[in-house]
Nanobody, 126 residues
Framework: VQLQAFGGGLVQAGGSLMLSCAAS????????MGWFRQAPGKEREFVAA????????RYADSVKGRFTISRDNAENTVYLQMNNLKPEDTAVYYC????????????????????WGQGTLVTVSS
C-alpha cells in the first residue's frame, strides 16, 4: 500500500478542513488506518484511527467531538474531517496504514503502522 495525503491549508480558528488520504493497492480495505500529526518542535502524536472494517474508531482526547475519521473502501480513501479548529491543531498531518491485516482492534500506537503518507500541513491562525 502507498499513501498520499492532501487537503491541508491555512484556516482561521473555528474553521473546518477535510483531509484525504488516497491509497494505492487492492488490499486497502484489509488494513486499519490512522491519522497522526507532528507540530513544530514536538513529537508525532496520535489523532484518530479506524478499523479496517470501518466499524470502530478511536480519537485522541484533544480532538474528540471536533474531528471525524471515516473511510471509503470502494474509493481506497480515508478522510479526516476537522471542525472547530484551534491554533494548537497546527501541525503536519500524516496518514498511516496498519502493519497487520484485518486486526481485530483499533490501535493508536504509531509503531503498529508501517506505511506512511508524505504529510500535509494544516495551519490554524488565531
Amino acid at each position: 500500500v502507498q499513501l498520499q495525503a492532501f487537503g491541508g491549508g491555512l484556516v482561521q480558528a473555528g474553521g473546518s478542513l477535510m483531509l484525504s488520504c488516497a491509497a494505492s493497492g487492492r488490499t486497502f480495505s484489509s488494513y486499519g488506518m490512522g491519522w497522526f500529526r507532528q507540530a513544530p518542535g514536538k513529537e508525532r502524536e496520535f489523532v484518530a484511527a479506524t478499523k479496517w472494517s470501518g466499524d470502530s474508531t478511536r480519537y485522541a482526547d484533544s480532538v474528540k467531538g471536533r474531528f471525524t475519521i471515516s473511510r471509503d473502501n470502494a474509493e481506497n480513501t480515508v478522510y479526516l474531517q476537522m471542525n472547530n479548529l484551534k491554533p494548537e491543531d497546527t501541525a503536519v498531518y500524516y496518514c498511516a496504514a496498519d502493519r497487520i491485516r484485518r486486526r481485530s482492534n483499533t490501535v493508536v500506537e504509531s509503531g503498529a503502522y508501517n506505511t506512511w503518507g508524505q504529510g500535509t500541513l494544516v495551519t490554524v491562525s488565531s
